[in-house]
């Protein structure tokens, strides 16, 4: 089955400067990558997602990056502020059946430093 | 609120009791996923509904674990004779349809088993 592995586990960065997480899956059939946002006692938020005919996408301060053929995908944040600290998740998804569920990475933990 | 909703927040039970949890998905989606999540780790895929038909439930930890969606609306989750490591947050899911990929979530019942 899918594997996600997801780096850092956490990243601390200054206001106003930008964050980068990484992630790498396993499964070539893969075709869907969302990224979510969990704040402490809350469910995961969909913040942004690329599909696998895209390479790029981009809203606002937060940007996703694929790379098909090094199975890897990044999410970029750009200007961060305060309330972006949170933990990230990563997560992918194979085309139909069985396979519906979102396979997901281990979290990246986001501190904001004021 | 037109988002996912789930029924209890928070429940705490003694081992070997049974327990169940109510999901209300996005109302005209059709389908509905649970999840479970661990301290310290990304959602984990149990089990999925395209209406009331449950598509995928191979990856339910253990045949104590049973899930209903019997009118393609609400879904129940069941966890028969709990154990303490069946403590975490379960997580309901939902989507339009097979052609969407985008899942919401709701907010996560957070079991507690002592």
């Known amino acids: 089955g899918e594997n996600v592995e997801q780096h850092p586990s956490t990243l601390s960065v200054q206001e106003g400067d930008s964050a980068v997480i990484k992630c790498t899956y396993s499964?070539?059939?893969?075709?869907?990558f969302p990224w979510y946002k969990q704040e402490l006692g809350k469910g995961p938020q969909l913040i942004i997602d690329?599909?696998?005919?895209?390479g790029e996408k981009k809203d606002q301060r937060i940007a996703v990056t694929l790379n098909k053929t090094a199975k890897h995908f990044s999410l970029h944040i750009t200007e961060t502020q305060p309330e972006d600290s949170a933990v990230y998740f990563c997560?992918?998804?194979?085309?139909?059946?069985?396979?519906?569920?979102?396979?997901f990475g281990k979290g990246t933990h986001l501190i904001i430093q004021p | 609120d037109t988002g996912v909703s789930q029924n209890p927040r928070h429940k705490i039970t003694k081992r070997g009791q049974n327990v169940t949890f109510r999901c209300d998905p996005i109302?005209?989606?059709?389908?509905l996923y649970w999840y479970r999540q661990t301290l310290g780790q990304g959602p984990e895929f149990l089990t999925y509904?395209?209406?009331?038909?449950?598509?995928?439930k191979s990856r339910l930890l253990s045949d104590r674990f049973s899930a209903e969606r019997p009118k393609g609306s609400f879904s129940t989750l069941e966890i028969q004779r709990t154990e303490q490591g069946d403590s975490a947050m379960y997580l309901c899911?939902?989507?339009?349809?097979?052609?969407?990929?985008?899942?919401?979530f709701g907010p996560g019942t957070r079991l507690t088993v002592l």
């Open positions: 899911a939902s989507s339009l349809g097979r052609d969407y990929n985008e899942q919401f």
């Open positions: 499964d070539s059939a893969s075709n869907y």
């Open positions: 690329i599909r696998s005919n895209v």
């Open positions: 997560a992918a998804k194979a085309p139909g059946g069985g396979a519906d569920g979102l396979t």
């Open positions: 109302s005209e989606h059709n389908r």
């Open positions: 509904f395209q209406n009331e038909a449950q598509l995928e």
